[in-house]
């Protein structure tokens, strides 16, 4: 069982900055990829950005330049920090984790709850 607890949205003025951040707790041996997902009302999830056990990202076009994503390997966790924040950043965000629950397994998927990220104009 693993637990997935994300805190850090709420509501911001355009030009300001959030920090998220996501911790996964349970039965964990090792997590591979952790990401942040994120929709917005009416579009489909899309992917804003990941970071793989070494540390490479990528990140959705819209993001560069204003988001960084990083992680704490020894507490589990994944950060989005997002600056210059604009109304099209609004939506609920959704971390992610490739987890493998002991080191015999395959890698299985865990995502948060979400949280509501705004953005005022």
């Known amino acids: 069982q693993v637990h997935v607890m994300e805190s850090g949205g709420g509501l911001v003025q355009a030009g300001g900055s959030l920090r998220l951040s996501c911790a996964a707790s349970?039965?964990?041996?090792?997590?591979?990829?952790m990401a942040w997902y994120r929709q917005a009302p009416g579009k489909q999830r899309e992917l804003v950005a990941r970071?793989?056990?070494?540390?490479?990202?990528d990140y959705v076009d819209s993001v560069k330049g204003r988001f960084t994503i990083s992680r704490d390997n020894a507490e589990k966790t994944v950060f989005l920090q997002m600056n210059s924040l604009n109304a099209e950043d609004t939506a609920v965000y959704y971390c992610?984790?490739?987890?493998?629950?002991?080191?015999?397994?395959?890698?299985?998927?865990?995502w948060g709850q979400g949280i509501q990220v705004t953005v005022s104009s």
């Open positions: 992610y984790f490739d987890v493998l629950n002991t080191k015999y397994d395959w890698g299985r998927d865990y």
């Open positions: 349970g039965n964990i041996f090792s997590i591979s990829t």
């Open positions: 970071i793989t056990s070494i540390g490479n990202t």
